[in-house]
């Protein structure tokens, strides 16, 4: 029995996707080149959102990656890995990402919200994950660090504005 064996690694994470209800990109994030152009990654949305908006499941395997995803309204959440990668660890990421932007957004998780909070989003996803490497998995943390990183910049906008 010649099992394949690999070895560990920390990049868990491929990339995190956010569509609305058209399957159109309103945000995305790739960690490695699985999909180098922009022309390709858009191709690699359309193929999964066809493939998942009409699905009550939560884990798709499409093109020899792992997806989990969960869709809110008008919005269609992805986390993406490699098809050797642990479900529940993506499944984490996408939950710590959907609740934390429930928590910024108090409950409020629908395009147009997302669409004015873009700079909290981006914040989270970068507290959550870094290069492909899972950094938090609890919400109440990702929400507390990024309200201090913006509580930091309005103090930074504040002093540059008082110094001119």
């Known amino acids: 029995m010649d099992a394949l064996i690999l070895e560990p690694s920390l990049y868990t994470v491929k990339a995190v996707l956010i569509l609305d ?8 994030k790739y960690y490695d080149d699985t999909y180098p152009t922009v022309k390709e990654q858009k191709a690699f949305e359309k193929n999964i959102f066809n493939k998942t908006h009409r699905t009550d499941s939560e884990i798709a395997l499409l093109e020899g990656l792992t997806v ?3 869709s809110n309204i008008d919005l269609y959440f992805y986390v993406i890995g490699s098809s050797h990668e642990n479900e529940l660890m993506l499944m984490a990421v996408l939950n710590c990402l959907f609740d934390s932007l429930s928590q910024m957004l108090r409950k409020n998780v629908e395009k147009r919200a997302l669409m004015d909070n873009m700079e909290g989003l981006f914040l989270a ?3 959550i994950v870094d290069g492909g490497v899972i950094l938090e998995s609890d ?3 990702v929400v507390h660090r990024v309200a ?4 930091q910049s309005a103090k930074e906008q504040i002093k540059w504005s008082l110094l001119r």
Do not use: H, I, S, T
């Open 21 to 28: 209800n058209d399957g159109e990109r309103l945000f995305a």
């Open 68 to 70: 989990v995803y969960k």
């Open 139 to 141: 919400p109440q943390q």
């Open 125 to 127: 996803v970068d507290e």
């Open 148 to 151: 201090l990183r913006v509580l």
